[in-house]
């Protein structure tokens, strides 16, 4: 049986595909507190992956000190 290689994803792919991953999990609350809780700090964890993929795809060497994911819930 021959093994097909497997096609690597470029750095814009990878960035593409956490953008997308970022959009499908949309800015809805959860129906619970460990709902919410789970989506929340899987966004933040997905916006941090992405703006530091970002930054190393321009060469940026220092990350912020902040990273902003979207408005806060007043």
């Known amino acids: 049986m021959r093994y ?3 096609m690597k994803l470029s750095d814009l792919a990878i960035y ?3 953008h997308a991953a970022l959009e499908a999990l ?3 609350e959860g129906e619970t ?3 919410d809780t789970a989506i929340r700090a899987a966004r933040r964890a997905l916006a941090l992956l ?3 993929h970002l930054m190393k795809m321009d ?3 220092e990350a912020p000190t ?3 994911t979207g408005p806060e819930p007043s």
Request: aromatic letters at 0%; a positive charge; charged letters at 35%.
């Open 4 to 6: 097909l290689a497997r």
């Open 16 to 18: 593409d595909r956490m």
């Open 26 to 28: 949309g800015r809805e």
């Open 33 to 35: 507190g460990h709902g």
């Open 50 to 52: 992405q703006a530091g």
């Open 59 to 61: 060469g940026v060497e």
């Open 66 to 68: 902040t990273v902003r």
